[in-house]
């Protein structure tokens, strides 16, 4: 019976891990970089964790379950922030100011697979605890940043979208809403740009909410709060002005946000949105910690890739595979007998070292072989063994000269 991998899943062979570990590899140099010191959590929680305060629509989208047996309610997680702030409450007062954490865990959500959304994806999340000030949320966007210029994009490409939880909230109450309906006013507006405006009026009024509270934010682009005023000159400062810009579409659906919010899109609009993320000032102490600020975001893989790869910014095929510093190949009986010793030598002096494990004499073939695994160099095992020595082949020039077989391991340390 052929079985498949569940649907929004994906299996990763070794080029596409390969990809991968590349965007891994920029998100964790530019988080190291800025300070901050990676942790893990759990891929399941307490199903609890996340109805007190991720919002509705992450709730309806929870993978949720028991033990066999069992009957304490589970949740594969949807996302990390609920963790960190339950690691970060658990720690007490003896976290220190700041805390500067990052991680880059897998997450699962039940939703509709689609361009961009999967039902697991990996999310890097960068968090800055203890600083309440937008200096702080400045550094958090910049270390942003930094990864996505490291994977090749610039300010030409993507934009980070700021906006500010207070100021939607209070408009969103100025014009008639009752506070009982803000949390289901935020997720519908963060739907908004997926909808057209026919279908997102139904909504509003599906849901019974005053359609004025949404309208007003139809080209309103002219957002005032004094935490944005200070972001601006914050942004400038560390940089990355070039990058970002103000704008009242941002909204977030996770009901923890209580300050700036932010989201980094592809600039012409292609794609989902790339990363999210906010000011969660309350999370931490709701969850039983101190009085702790926090903000922080989570960039998603999959939809990295994709504009990644609509740039020409991800290569196709093997180009993220490791390889190897010496292939050794053999064409006689005393080479294959010395293959074991010279490949486990190298391997014990640090050194990428694959060897053929063809029987064929044919050393074009073999050399052929070595080239398909793009090493950069050969050693071939051949007549010269009589006399001691082995051939080294360097595979970009061509060029070839004979090292004794005693020296070959010290020839490439
Ligand atoms: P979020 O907006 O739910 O925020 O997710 C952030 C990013 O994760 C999205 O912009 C997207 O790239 C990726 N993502 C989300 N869902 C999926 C999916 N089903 N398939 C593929 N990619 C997806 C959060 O999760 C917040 N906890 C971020 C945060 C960290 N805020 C503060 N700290």
């Known amino acids: 019976m052929a079985h498949q991998h569940p649907k929004g899943t994906r299996d990763f062979f070794p080029a596409e891990l390969a990809a991968l570990h590349h965007i891994e590899c920029a998100?964790?140099?530019a988080s190291v970089n800025a300070g901050f010191d990676e942790i893990e959590g759990p891929t399941f929680e307490h199903l609890d964790l996340y109805t007190v305060k991720s919002g509705e629509g992450i709730v309806s989208e929870l993978f949720s379950f028991k033990r066999a047996g069992g009957d304490v309610d589970y949740a594969l997680r949807p996302e990390f922030t609920p963790t960190l702030a339950r690691m970060a409450a658990a720690k007490g007062r003896s976290l220190s100011v700041p805390t500067k954490w990052f991680g880059i865990p897998s997450h699962f959500r039940a939703e509709r697979p689609q361009r961009g959304?999967?039902?697991e994806f990996k999310q890097w999340n960068v968090d800055l605890l203890g600083i309440d000030a937008p200096s702080a949320d400045a550094e958090v966007i910049a270390t942003a940043i930094h990864a996505l210029a490291e994977l090749g994009l610039t300010h030409n490409d993507v934009v980070v979208r700021i906006s500010h939880r207070s100021v939607v909230t209070s408009m969103l109450l100025e014009s008639g809403l009752d506070a009982?309906?803000?949390d289901q006013a935020l997720a519908l507006l963060d739907k908004k740009e997926k909808m057209d405006d026919e279908t997102f009026l139904s909504k509003v009024n599906e849901a019974g909410l005053p359609e004025a509270a949404f309208t007003q934010f139809d080209g309103n682009t002219e957002i005032s709060h004094p935490d944005l005023d200070v972001l601006q000159t914050?942004?400038?400062?560390?940089?990355?002005?070039?990058?970002c810009t103000f704008d009242f579409g941002i909204v977030r659906g996770l009901a923890y946000y209580t300050g700036i919010v932010f989201e980094i899109h592809e600039r012409s609009g292609a794609e989902r949105a790339i990363a999210g993320g906010g000011r969660y000032d309350k999370l931490i102490e709701m969850f039983g910690g101190p009085a702790m600020p926090a903000v922080g975001f989570g960039m998603g893989d999959v939809v990295l890739s994709l504009v990644l790869k609509d740039k020409g910014l991800l290569e196709e095929g093997d180009a993220y595979m490791p390889t190897p510093e010496v292939f050794v190949v053999s064409a006689s009986d005393e080479g294959d007998d010395a293959i074991p010793n010279i490949v486990s030598s190298l391997r014990a002096h640090g050194i990428h070292a694959r060897q053929s494990y063809k029987t064929t004499r044919n050393?074009?073939?073999?050399?052929?072989?070595a080239g398909k695994t793009r090493a950069k160099n050969a050693i071939i095992l051949g007549a010269e063994l009589e006399e001691g020595n082995v051939v080294v082949?360097?595979?970009e020039s061509g060029e070839q000269i004979q090292v004794p077989l005693a020296s070959v391991v010290e020839h490439f340390s």
């Open 234 to 243: 914050e942004l400038s400062r560390w940089g990355v002005a070039d990058w």
């Open 393 to 395: 082949k360097n595979l």
């Open 180 to 182: 009982s309906q803000l």
């Open 27 to 29: 998100w964790r140099t």
């Open 117 to 119: 959304r999967l039902r």
């Open 363 to 369: 050393v074009g073939k073999l050399l052929t072989e």
